[in-house]
């Protein structure tokens, strides 16, 4: 484990509490011979102020902790209250089954007795490391199975947004991604921290515009006191994406207060938590979106320069659905899969007319109306599974501005064809309309769309619209009035 920690460039950070320097000296050697990085502390107080000035990945805690003002149990207590998801492994050496027992109950990864073997240590480090990634990564699974987080479409816009993620996901740089509300910007941060070095670690992501400004420097940067009533202290984004990926949407909404705090994090990686003086230290990857022109924002002075340039090293520039019209049918099948998928529902397909009206809309709210749309659809198209959807059948907000042609009854027949063919189709159900709005009279018929009523006679059998009946029931009379 610790060779692909390396290859992958990730710390895993361990603080060893133990009240015996040579103890802590013994894990330490081990851990870091197998390319584990470790801090030391020797008593509650030196615990607390570690854990507060950087996270660690894991805690090896020893129960009995002489001259401490906490004993290792309450260390425990402390630590599943404040940070429930980091491992801790307990240690003793006058430990038995029910102070192991006890341990494992208030929430400990495992029990070790010293003296323990190297072997044995490393193991249950092992263990605890991948249980914490395996927990991370089951819930970045369960995310993904509620919200589409794949990138689809061939065009060339997108294509070029994905030569970018491959070249910039390994490094460690900064990225700004700019593109409309609901074109795909945290699809595209994620796909980077999937990629990247950090895809074992956390992905974090906070909505800046969400929030009202005292509210907002809370969650990015916790507090370092338990809230009145609460019981709990706040653990900050920059907290939970130690190691990690952190991404900041709409970062222009975020108060020029705050602003400067974040470029103070850039560069020293480092900060205090609200109500407190402990700095706290971090390695975080940041990867910051907006939806608004954020050139103009500088101009305007609602973003710091140093800001902007400290997160647009390598800027990304999402393309609305608009401007890859192409991708439209690939998204629009994938979506509906998806919706009859997770409802349980028969699968529909799109008729011809359907998705030249969809490739024909603007889509001013982008890939998320798009798949809001195919949401609506398996549940309110008409007609059995078995038929395809028509254009009639989209959302009114895409039908009343579909091209007329795509309105009719046939518009899915119809583009299907090539142009000759349409025509002649068109044609013939334009002339059978009209024959029957005159009750057959051919006379009247040919007055109406101004062609001679000879004409009118030859166009008719040219198309099969002749005689006394058809198979339109339409009768056609030779009585001129």
Known sequence: MANAIKEKGLSSDILVVDDETDIRALIKGILNDEGLSVRE???????????ATRKPHLVILDIWLSGS????????????????DMPVIMI???????TAVAAIKMGAYDFLEKPFKSDRLI????????????????????????A??????????????????????????????????????????RAIHRQSRRVDAPFIAINCAMMAPEQLEVELFGTEHAAAGTGNRKIGVFEQAHGGTLYLDEVG?????????????????TFTRVGGTTRVEVDVRVIASSS??????????????????RLSVVPIKVPALSERREDIPLMANHFLARAAESSGAAMRTLGEDAMAALQAYDWPGNVRQLRNAMEWLLIMASGSAADPIRADMLPPEITSTAP??????????????????????????????QVTRFGGNISRTAGFIGMERSALHRKLKLLGVHGSSNENNVVVSEEVI
């Open 41 to 51: 502390a020797g008593n509650a107080d030196e615990t607390l102020k570690a854990i």
């Open 69 to 84: 003002s906490m004993d290792g149990m309450q260390i425990l207590q402390h630590v599943r209250r404040e940070y429930p």
């Open 148 to 189: 589409d987080n794949e990138i689809i479409g061939k065009s060339s816009g997108i294509n070029q947004v994905r030569q970018i993620i491959e070249r910039v996901a390994p490094t460690g740089s900064r990225i700004l991604i700019s593109g409309s509300s609901g074109s795909g910007k945290e699809v595209i941060a």
């Open 253 to 269: 909404d975020m108060p020029i207060e705050t602003q400067s705090k974040i470029v103070r994090i850039l560069q020293e990686q």
């Open 292 to 309: 608004g022109d954020l050139q103009m924002e500088l101009q305007a002075g609602t973003i710091r320069q140093d800001l902007y340039y």
């Open 404 to 433: 007329g042609v795509l309105r009719w009854e046939k518009g899915g027949e119809i583009m299907k064809l090539p142009l000759r063919d349409a025509r002649e189709m068109f044609e013939r159900e334009y002339l059978l309309a």
């Open 123 to 146: 193991i249950q480090v092992q263990h605890a490391l991948d249980a914490a990634r395996l927990k991370r990564e089951n819930q970045e699974l369960k995310f993904r199975a509620n």
């Open 92 to 98: 003793s050496g006058h430990g038995n089954i029910d």
